[in-house]
């Protein structure tokens, strides 16, 4: 009895093997049947909307610098050679943006500039889903980390394959950039009776920054408008400050 029993349970592992090896044949004919050059296209895709990708990010990259962080300008701005910039400080409120604010900008701007280079309009075999786009983007000290969720369909023939999540990394200072005007805010907040130009310039030459202060004034009130750069760095950094009128005098 033993040994029919034996013999059974050889029976079964032998059939669980010949059904496991007849499953793999399939899903490995399946995944190889795909013509070679339909592969050479989706490598070719996936490579077009990462240099897109990069593109954009680098883009919005300048374009929040120059805006204090923003994409979508904040209600409290001004505009200053054509630009958009922030006000970090109006008398004694900080209105400085945080890194999450900067993440979410940065992100914005990406969703709205890939608009601009990703085009498969002419390939009727391509189909993007722009409503499904998504961005996730965070900062580190010495970089930018971005994900992209755009779901895009590739046919040819009976085959179909789907690109999705895209990812890049870019070595970027832009986190320094914010880090630095945040010092000149929390320096200058504490300080409601005086505006010391000079310090805030001798402060930047030690982390090796430039430091562009243009004042403008006005019965109203008195601006600063501050433009922080870096030699080898692409990035503009600006920000303002306002006290309106008879805030430095009252304090």
Do not use: W
């Not at 909307?49 to 883009?59: A, T, Y």
């Amino acid at each position: 009895m033993t040994k029919k029993k034996g013999q059974v349970t050889i029976f079964i592992i032998i059939a669980l093997v010949i059904v496991a090896g007849v499953g793999l044949y399939f899903i490995l004919v399946n995944d190889f049947s795909k013509d070679p050059s339909f592969e050479v296209e989706i490598s070719s895709i996936h490579e077009e909307v990462i240099d897109c990708f990069e593109q954009s990010l680098e883009r919005v990259l300048i374009i929040n610098s120059l805006q204090g962080g923003y994409y979508n300008l904040a209600k409290n701005s001004l505009v200053y050679n054509d630009v958009l910039v922030p006000y970090y400080l109006i008398d004694k409120k900080i209105l400085a943006p945080s890194k999450e604010t900067l993440e979410k900008q940065i992100s914005l701007g990406i969703k709205e500039e890939i608009k601009y280079c990703i085009d498969f309009s002419q390939n009727l075999n391509i189909n993007v889903d722009f409503e499904k786009l998504d961005v996730e983007t965070n900062i580190e000290s010495n970089k930018v980390y971005s994900n992209l969720n755009l779901p895009i369909n590739i046919s040819k023939g009976e085959d179909s394959y789907l690109l999705k999540d895209f990812e890049i990394t870019k070595k970027s200072s832009y986190l320094s950039f914010y880090e630095f005007a945040n010092k000149i805010v929390l320096n200058q907040s504490g300080k409601t009776d005086e505006i010391c130009l000079s310090c805030l310039e001798k402060n930047a030459e030690k982390f090796e920054y430039d430091l562009l202060i243009e004042s403008l004034i006005s019965e109203e009130s008195y601006v600063l408008v501050h433009t922080i750069s870096k030699e080898n760095e692409l990035y503009y950094f600006a920000f303002a400050f306002k006290f309106n009128e008879g805030y430095l005098d009252e304090n």
